[in-house]
């Protein structure tokens, strides 16, 4: 059973454009939602994470929109940049964020 | 803050050797440790879960006399892969938590190779 459900597998954005990527979770006990960025050959790295109790959160050119009632949260990268190519995994996580589910990860692509 | 090693970064092994990774917490101390793993394009795994003196769970279907696990100490937890196979090559990754912190931090990852 896939937990958080994330789409879509990959993304091309052009330079300057917004990359969307959504997930979506059936566990209601989830309560932590963090996004990772990874690059090829390297361990995923903490980009932007949420809690249930805001429905949006910014840095810098990263976004993450939180709908409680659809259970589903998205990423939303402005000004996509070469340097963002990378794949990004939505993931959830409940109880002292001891155990976290991943999604099938999002491989993005930015050309210049 | 936060830093967590792996060493080491690659291995080769032949089939039916054993092979130990090694997880650090460089700067702080990790009451928890987490084992994943990730085939080629695809998503993380998690295999087990340690606690620092105690011993580990591990998650259905993954083999814990196969996926040894050990915690020794709040900055080290190993992973040895015994009687390796060429289907256990993958790569490994593991990541560390600490009080009052949402985060796990994770590692650079270990590529296994069994031939």
């Known amino acids: 059973q896939q937990q958080v459900k994330q789409s879509p597998q990959s993304l091309i954005v052009q330079k300057g454009g917004i990359s969307i990527i959504n997930c979506a979770y059936e566990n209601t006990a989830f309560d932590y939602f963090p996004w990772y960025q990874q690059f090829p050959g390297k361990g995923p790295a903490l980009l932007i994470a949420?809690?249930?109790?805001?429905s949006e959160k910014k840095e810098g050119r990263f976004t993450i929109s939180f709908n409680k009632s659809a259970k589903q949260f998205s990423l939303h990268i402005m000004d996509s940049q070469p340097g963002d190519s990378a794949t990004y995994f939505c993931a959830a996580a409940s109880g002292g964020y001891q155990k976290v589910t991943f999604g099938i990860g999002t491989k993005l692509q930015v050309i210049p | 803050g936060a830093v967590v090693s792996q060493h080491p970064s690659w291995v080769i092994c032949k089939s039916g050797t054993s092979v130990k990774i090694e997880c650090r917490s460089l700067d702080f101390q990790a009451t928890t440790m987490f084992w994943y793993r990730q085939f080629p394009k695809q998503s993380l795994m998690l295999m087990a879960t340690?606690?620092?003196?105690?011993?580990?769970?591990?998650e259905q279907g993954v083999e814990k006399d196969k996926f040894l696990i050990n915690h020794a100490s709040l900055t080290l937890s190993t992973l040895t892969v015994t009687s390796a196979h060429p289907e256990d090559s993958s790569f490994y990754i593991c990541?560390?938590?600490?009080?009052?912190?949402?985060?796990?931090?994770f590692g650079p990852g270990t590529r296994l190779t069994v031939t």
């Open positions: 340690s606690n620092e003196g105690s011993k580990a769970t591990y």
């Open positions: 949420i809690r249930p109790d805001v």
């Open positions: 990541s560390a938590s600490r009080p009052g912190s949402d985060e796990q931090y």
